[in-house]
């Protein structure tokens, strides 16, 4: 597995991360706890170093399954995980108070069964807690020796310059993919000028651009694409057209359709580590061959121009969690 590091912060990480959600929350039937250890495992011994977890995955069983997967080879990866929502409940909103921070990271280093957090993101941003209060809390705990880099998460530009003037942001993590491109607006530049990684989650349209989801498919009721506009019945016969796009460079490149959309992800800027997720080996070796898909300048272009002609039809979260994304 080829390393990459998260700007200039000396961080390095494998170039594809493992995130860890959908194993404990999230997408319906979750999988059996020795399963996800055995699976975690079998992603380190294929080379993955960088594992992403956050306490309201569950809430906290995600944290304990990552925590005792990484156990026998814990020093040789890099664990990230967040803060940010109050009880550890996205429904109750956000709550970044230097208190819930302090108590957030205990937590978590007891869940994680570890003695520092390698990574820890702001989940998303409070509007109520100034960014500074949040990466000054953050600041303490790096010089405590319990946080060893600071993250944010779905943070704009103002706010991401604020934290960064306070404590340097390692990590900026929020959804990037071929069906969500908005961060190469304003925040890919910002990034690469203070030196900040990027860590894409749902490199695969929370797993549309895999292609094998159709108008047909049925999720779990506990699923919560249920609830993503962009997963409506007619929304996801429209962005087909993303499928047919990526099928083709796929049939011709060899690969299917989710290394393509990897590969690119991949392609942009040497300091962006997508996160794929999974609950299938097979799944997971196909997402890590995506490192070996080599996509040319041409094959940049034809994508660009395939994509100008497609318009994406659905907003890629609920309104209610729209309003948690901050500008």
Request: charged share 25%.
């Amino acid at each position: 597995m080829q390393k990459r590091k998260l700007g200039k912060s000396g961080l390095e990480v494998s170039a594809l991360g493992l995130g860890c959600m959908g194993m404990s929350f999230g997408y319906g039937t979750n999988l059996p706890k020795d399963d996800a250890v055995k699976l975690i495992r079998a992603a380190f011994e294929r080379g993955v170093t960088f594992f992403d977890t956050a306490e309201v995955y569950g809430p906290f069983t995600n944290e304990e399954l990552v925590g005792e997967a990484v156990q026998p080879f814990r020093e040789k990866v890099i664990i990230a995980t967040k803060f940010g929502f109050r009880e550890a409940n996205t429904a109750l909103g956000t709550d970044s108070t230097p208190a819930n921070i302090r108590a957030v990271a205990e937590a978590s280093l007891t869940r994680l069964k570890t003695d520092v957090i390698d990574l820890f993101y702001q989940h998303r941003v409070d509007p109520n807690v100034p960014i500074e209060d949040v990466a000054g809390t953050v600041k303490d705990l790096i010089r405590e020796g319990k946080v060893k880099h600071f993250g944010l998460s779905e943070a704009g530009v103002s706010t991401i310059r604020r934290a960064h003037a306070v404590q340097p942001v390692t990590a900026l993590q929020s959804e990037y993919s071929l069906w969500w491109r908005e961060p190469e607006e304003e925040i890919l530049p910002v990034l690469e000028e203070l030196g900040i990684g990027f860590v894409p989650f749902s490199p695969l349209g929370k797993g549309f651009l895999t292609g094998r989801i159709n108008a047909n498919t049925s999720f779990d009721k506990s699923d919560f694409r249920n609830t993503v506009p962009r997963f409506s019945e007619e929304n996801r016969k429209a962005n087909q057209a993303f499928i047919t796009l990526l099928d083709r460079l796929a049939e011709e490149k060899e690969a299917t359709s989710a290394q393509i959309a990897l590969a690119w992800l991949l392609a942009q800027k040497p300091w962006i580590v997508p996160i794929p997720g999974t609950t299938k080996l097979p799944r997971l070796e196909e997402n890590l061959a995506s490192t070996l898909v080599s996509l040319t300048a041409a094959d940049l272009d034809k994508i660009n121009e395939g994509l100008s002609a497609i318009e994406v039809r659905g907003n890629r979260y609920s309104e209610q969690a729209q309003k948690m994304i901050d500008r």
